[in-house]
Every structure is written in C-alpha cells, then in structure tokens.
C-alpha cells in the first residue's frame, strides 16, 4: 500500500478503538483562491453521486465566504480554504490492522525533538486587546468572544512518532492524521462539530474548562468546580442557545431539542464542560447548506456570531487557518461528521502551527484568560520528554561563579527553545545560596533542568587544570549534523549519551583524555566535555555550529573577544595544527595532542 497521501481518522476516547482509513485517493478538492470556493463545494455532491468517499477539512477562513456581510474581509493564507480528497472505498480498521499498516511508514533516525518554540502574542499585547474585547462587551456588541493565538515550532524527526505521542497523551474522541502531498494536518479534537446520520443530526458545543491535578482530592475539586461555576456555565449556555438557532435554519420545524446540558467529560489534562444539541433535517441537504447555517461552529467563534467575527479579525494577530476550521468525511450515502478542529497542527517543511484560545465574557479576568488558553496547549508543550538540560558552571573563591550570567542567559534560552519550565529567579537564587556550602578553593556545579521545571544541583571540588598537553582521539564514528540536539547540552541519548559511549568504549584501550568528534560530512564538531580551537598558520579558528555542535560559553566568550573565527574543520586541519587547546567555562584552554582515528 502506498501511502503517499491519506487520511486516517480514529477515535481514542470511546472504550473499543474506531478507525477510518482513506487511502490511494482517485482525485482532489482544495481551494486556494476565494473565486473557486462555491464550484468546488458543487464538486463535492458530484463525487457523492458517483458513489465516492469525500474526506479532508474546511479552513476557519472559509467562513468569510458563507457569509455575504463577511465576503470582503476574507484573509487568503498558506493553508488552502478547502481541501478534500475522493477515494473510492474508506476501510474500518482495528489497533492491530493500524500497526500493520503504518508500520511501513519510513523511519527517520533522527529523534524526536520539538524546538524553537515561539508563542505569537505577547502577554501586554493580550491584555491590551483583551481590554478592547471587554469594552465590545460592554457595549453589547458580542455576549461571548472566542479569542485566540498560535504558537509556532520546528519539528525534528517522524511525524507519525510525533501523532502517536500526542495519541498516547491525549486520547480523544476525534484524532485524525491528514497527509496531503505538500503538508500535514494532525488533530486531536475533543469537540464534535456535527454529526449527521440519515435525517437525524446533533452537536455538542464544548466551552468551559478546569485543568486536571495529579492529586485525586484535589482533581475531584476541579470537577466539581466546573460543574458548578456560574462563568462556564453562563459561556456554555450562551454558546447553546447559538447552536440551536444555527439548527433551527436547517431543521424540521420544532425538531432541535437539548439532549445534554453542561456535563462534564474528563481528559488527560483537562475536563471540558460539553452540551448536546438534536434536530431532524432533510436527509438529502447539502454539504454546502450545512455550512451555510453551522460554519464555523458557535463555540469558537462567539454570540452573535457575525459581529463576533468581525471583532475577532479585528483583534486576532493572524488568520486563523485550519485552527477552528473542521475536520471530517462525507459518505456517498450524505452522512457526514466533522469535529472542530481545535487541538489541531498544521505542519509544512518541518514547521508547525498551533492554535489556542478561549471564550470571553464580560465576567472574565485577563491573567486568568491568559493562563486558560496556555493550559490548553498542555498537551503539546508538555509533551512527555526523555531529556534533561544541563549547565555546568566553575565557582572559584577569588572570582564566584565564572560566566554566571552566561550560563543563565543560555539556560533560558535553551528552555524557551524546547519548552522546558525554567524558573530562573529561583535557580539563580539556589545557586547563590549554594556557595555558603563551600570550603574548597574551587567547585564545578551541575545543574539538571526537567522539562517540568523541576532541577537538582550538585556540586564537587576542582582540581587544578591541566596546564601540559593531554590526548585527544577523533572516534571513528561520526555524528549526524541535523540532530538539533547537539546545539543544546541535554541528557539525550542520541547525543551526551552517545558521548559519553564513545569516551568510555576509546578510553578503555587508549590513554586519552577526550574524544573529538566529526559529522557525516567529515567535518570537525566538538568533544564530549569541551569544544575544539586550533591554530592554523597563526590564526585560531573553531568549528562552525552548522557542524553540529554545542556552542560553549566560553568559545562564545572568545569569539567575541576577537581571540578565534568560525570556520570548517577537517581532521586533516587537525594533523596539520600547530596548536590544539579544549575549551569550555569550566576548565578555561586546555593544551591538546591529537593522537589519531580510535
């Protein structure tokens, strides 16, 4: 089976697991330009007619054209306004027929990492707009305001590991991997947008939500919290009585009915308080009239929802894309289910958008907004990491704590980038309060950041530095460049792991003292405690980071000072060297003699 382009759509939530499979596609629906928006939607009751299956999504976007008050602010972006494809059958799969068949998706060697994270508006930006909402509130042109943003972030490694992660984390109602030939979308929606089966169809708006708590007292607190707050419950409602409105333009005449109202459904990281709607409708209605009358869905836009739209493109930093757009299949029978494509990724060239947000009223406080629309990307930043981050710093008694800041400018950095917590006020303060402990003239200190924020310090005693030339062997096996891994110092085992194997396994039968390593283009990285300067004709020079190294702070130091220049090394450069020195914060320039491949 080529799989190529498909689309997998499963539910992880329910007890038994359900999967659609949408395989070998025989043609494509996408809409890029806003004029071919309407014909393309009449494309898709002729592919029904043939008796094919439609399966794909419908970018938030797209409703600037449902709506002709709305046509002139449409927005094109990167991600089509539609894209559909057509297969000729879709197949039920169980988990061992799911493991069989993408276990021949190709593996990548590269491990799994999520870095350069960058969230799209800033704290004050969000509190200055949030501000604006509030005064739309007041003056009662919206009830209720869905507003949002995105982070963004590079992706290293498979994507499918990078789904199957985010399935193992959060297990919903509603996962879909959507694989197009030049982008991917990964979802893990818990909300249902609508689901129409015969002339029957419901929805069931979400809105409202406490975080969970590993502590079981203090976790039923939270649910019972949500299922009693008047704040949620008022948002809930609000978005009810949107939905049920929205029905009523589609449905039987007297047929939209509350089936729930304001239960609770329990997440791995969140409860969410979600409310059923039922109507009848003609089991013959088009795709295109549905969306006429339910796109996009109330609970992530607001009430009334045109006005609402309109003020949320007003004060959005961005389109919006496939973030609260729709998700879903159509049969050639007219059934069709879509969930709300929150919790949803669009991934392009190793790139990815999150979209995250919340409901505003006008009872609502700013931080604590603030706060509820980070928690929901929970599931993603938090993403369960096999690492930990590491600084090493040098304490002497004549000089404290050498690059101090150095160490926690990069630290901070390096957190940011991966998306560790770092408290770094409290770090810095245990680590002033530290030096009371010290008798010796000098100590090396290791700090050890978990992704959770928490951290261990340890500390021992320097000796003195070496001051005469030590060995050093260049490992016969070489690193990949692309592990973005190697220019952040963390535990992982594709990196100081392999390090500290390599070290080990050449010292065993070599009086070495460091090992240097080169990438899979022969070029010179770095060694597994030290970074590497060289005299080349009397000019000192330092593998590039491109090689695929730590940037260490003392090498920064030098090279700031004007004392070395990056450049590509070879182990040629390195036999032909007249001077070869170790370099990092701790031990300063340590004098080095290369003694061949090991």
């Known amino acids: 089976m080529q799989l190529s382009e498909f689309i997998l759509l499963e539910n992880f939530k329910d007890q038994d697991y359900q999967g659609w499979l949408y395989t070998q596609p025989v043609d494509e629906l996408r809409v890029d330009q806003a004029h071919k928006f309407n014909a393309v939607l009449e494309k898709i009751q002729a592919a029904q007619k043939k008796g094919l299956h439609l399966a794909g999504y419908i970018n938030y976007e797209a409703g600037f054209l449902l709506q002709p008050k709305l046509n002139s602010r449409l927005q094109l972006t990167s991600a089509p306004l539609l894209h559909f494809l057509i297969f000729k059958k879709r197949q039920a799969i169980t988990r061992q027929q799911r493991e069989n068949i993408f276990a021949k998706i190709p593996k990548t060697e590269l491990p799994l990492v999520l870095y350069n994270f960058n969230f799209e508006m800033q704290r004050n930006v969000y509190l200055e707009r949030f501000a604006k909402l509030q005064e739309h509130l007041k003056a009662g042109d919206t009830y209720q305001v869905n507003f949002t943003s995105r982070y963004e972030f590079d992706l290293q490694g498979s994507t499918w590991e990078f789904y199957n992660k985010l399935c193992e984390r959060q297990r919903v109602t509603f996962s879909g991997y959507l694989k197009f ?41 939270a649910r019972e919290f949500l299922a009693t707050d008047t ?45 059923t709607i039922e109507a009848k409708i003609d089991p013959n209605i088009s795709f295109k009239t549905m969306l006429q009358a339910l796109f996009p869905c ?231 405690r030290f970074n590497l300067m060289i005299d080349i004709n009397g000019k000192m020079f330092t593998p590039s980071v491109k090689s695929g190294l730590l940037p260490g702070v003392y090498r920064q130091y030098l090279l700031d000072q004007k004392d070395c220049q990056e450049r590509e090394i070879t182990s040629a450069d390195l036999q032909a060297a007249q001077q070869i020195f170790l370099i990092n914060s701790v031990r300063g320039l340590i004098p080095a003699k290369f003694v061949g491949i090991k």
């Open 181 to 221: 030939s030049d982008y991917a979308i990964l979802s893990l929606s818990p909300e249902l947008f609508f689901r129409k089966i015969g002339d029957k169809i419901h929805v069931c708006p979400m809105k409202g939500t406490a975080a969970r708590n590993s502590d079981l007292t203090l976790d039923q607190a």
């Open 298 to 528: 109330g609970s992530i836009t607001g009430a009334p929802k045109i006005r609402t739209m309109e003020i949320i493109q007003d004060l959005e930093v961005s389109p919006r894309e496939i973030y609260t757009g729709a998700i879903g299949f159509i049969t050639p029978d007219n059934d069709m289910c879509f969930n709300v494509a929150i919790r949803s990724l669009y991934l392009k060239n190793n790139h990815a958008v999150l979209g995250v947000g919340g409901g505003i009223t006008i009872h609502s406080e700013g931080e604590g907004e603030w706060e509820e629309m980070h928690l929901k990307a929970n599931f993603l930043t938090r993403l369960s990491k096999d690492f930990s981050l590491i600084e090493t710093l040098a304490w002497t008694r004549e000089k404290g704590y050498l690059f101090f800041e150095n160490h926690l400018l990069r630290l901070v950095d390096s957190a940011r980038n991966l998306s560790f917590i770092c408290k770094i006020n409290k770090i810095k303060h245990d680590l002033l309060e530290l030096i009371s402990q010290f008798s010796k003239p000098a100590y090396r200190i290791r700090l050890v950041l978990n992704s959770n924020g928490k951290y261990e310090i340890s500390f021992f005693e320097l000796e003195s530095a070496q001051n005469h030339p030590v060995n050093i062997a260049l490992s016969v096996n070489s690193i990949n460049e692309n592990n973005i891994l190697f220019q952040y110092k963390t535990t992982h085992a594709s990196t100081r792991g392999f390090y500290q194997s390599e070290l080990a396994r050449i010292q065993e039968k070599n009086d070495v003292f460091e090992v240097i390593f080169q990438n899979r283009e022969g070029f010179i990285t770095e060694g597994t």
């Open 231 to 275: 704040k949620n419950k008022a948002e809930n409602i609000i978005i009810v009585d949107l939905l049920r409105n929205d029905l009523s333009r589609i449905a039987k005449t007297g047929s939209v009915g509350v089936v729930k109202l304001c239960s609770i459904e329990d997440f791995e990281t969140v409860y969410q308080m979600t409310s």
